[in-house]
């Protein structure tokens, strides 16, 4: 009897002992929870800490009211309208030429010298016609003083008198060939020359010595251009479109004379765009002083008509680094924040327009580039 009680007892025990084993396996909960993770904070590389920041002097934002502006970039171009092909209407083979691409030439001057059968046909036609009209009026006079005299009928003499007129007329047209074909009575020749219509420089030349000129039917064999007055062709954006208008000026600088501004007058915004790149041909009509040369590349600047508010520096106050600019800002505590600014047009007294970046009021280093190279050593 006493052996169940036995076995109750150590039951009890084992199950004491279970019990017991489960609760330490719990453990405490924070000390089974993940370390905190350390957040380390990235250094700023724009921000820059000097020991004795009073030796580099201040300077402070002034406000400018500016319009806005638009850069583009185009080519010098001829006028069209003062372009004037040089041609021949008289077919033949070249004998002489007197100009090349690039001369400068004057109304009048002889470029060229073709030998051609037409003025020979024309001065034969002329000669032709010249006879039959001396024949004419010869016969002309006979009858009017035999019709004087009632030796002859009405009718012959009304003949004779037509056959006058006409000789004139053939005389007439003879005489106006050979002068469109660039030829004179004066001159019998079968040589023709062809002179310059328009002062001006030769831009094109599709001849060259002893080729055949084929008269209207081909190339004209010189563009003389009149480079008094020149184009400038520029691509703009469509998203800029409404910053040029039809009939303002533009700034143009050449990149061969940056120093030099020249103004023009917008004369034609193209109403179709370049499929491709989005853009708009706008044409400058501006007067030429002599330097400007067919396909220079120029940097075209427009206004626009809005008034905006922007910040003014000294120029050395931008430090142009990595084809960026930047100025230097005192955020205190010996430290300065180095910001991107863009800039805009050069100011009178050595200041400088900034676009974006900072706001009037602002103090920047007034000399960057020594804050630079000062923080570098």
């Not at 005389?171 to 050979?178: A, G, M």
């Not at 680094?321 to 180095?338: I, Q």
């Amino acid at each position: 009897m006493k052996c169940p009680i036995f076995l109750e007892l150590a039951v009890s025990f084992a199950l004491s002992l279970f019990l017991l084993g489960c609760n330490d396996t719990k453990g405490d909960p924070k000390a089974e929870a993940p370390a905190p993770v350390q957040v380390e904070k990235e250094q700023d590389l724009s921000v820059i800490q000097v020991d004795h920041p009073e030796q580099f002097q201040l300077a402070t934002a002034a406000a400018h009211d500016s319009t806005s502006q638009l850069t583009a970039t185009g080519t010098v171009s001829p006028d069209i309208s003062r372009s004037v092909p040089v041609i021949s209407i008289a077919t033949g083979r070249v004998v002489e030429i007197h100009a090349r691409l690039g001369d400068v030439v004057k109304k009048g001057q002889v470029l060229l010298r073709v030998q051609s059968a037409d003025m020979s046909g024309a001065f034969s036609d002329y000669r032709k016609a010249v006879a039959d009209e001396k024949l004419a009026r010869i016969q002309l006079d006979r009858a009017t003083l035999l019709y004087d005299k009632g030796a002859i009928s009405l009718n012959d003499f009304q003949t004779a008198e037509d056959v006058e007129n006409k000789a004139q007329v053939d005389v007439e047209n003879t005489t106006e060939r050979l002068r469109v074909l660039g030829g004179s009575v004066d001159h019998p020749a079968a040589i023709v020359d062809i002179r310059a219509p328009i002062s001006g420089v030769i831009t094109d030349q599709q001849v060259t010595n002893a080729a055949g000129v084929a008269g209207l039917g081909s190339p004209n064999p010189f563009t003389i251009s009149d480079l008094s007055n020149v184009w400038i062709l520029c691509d703009v954006y469509e998203n800029d479109l409404a910053t040029v208008r039809v009939g303002e000026t533009a700034e143009i600088r050449l990149n061969a004379f940056p120093d030099k501004i020249f103004t023009g007058r917008i004369s034609n915004l193209s109403p179709v765009l370049d499929p491709t790149i989005r853009t708009a041909k706008v044409r400058i009509e501006v007067r030429n002083p002599g330097i400007m040369r067919v396909g220079m590349f120029v940097t075209a600047t427009f206004h626009g008509q809005k008034k905006e508010t922007r910040a003014t520096v000294p120029a050395a106050a931008i430090l142009h680094l990595h084809d960026r600019d930047w100025v230097y800002v005192p955020v205190g505590d010996k430290k300065f924040r180095r910001v991107e600014v863009v800039d805009g047009r050069t100011l009178p007294g050595d200041m400088q327009e900034v676009i974006s970046g900072i706001k009037p009021g602002v103090q920047v280093v007034q000399n960057a580039l020594v804050f630079q190279n000062t923080v570098e050593q």
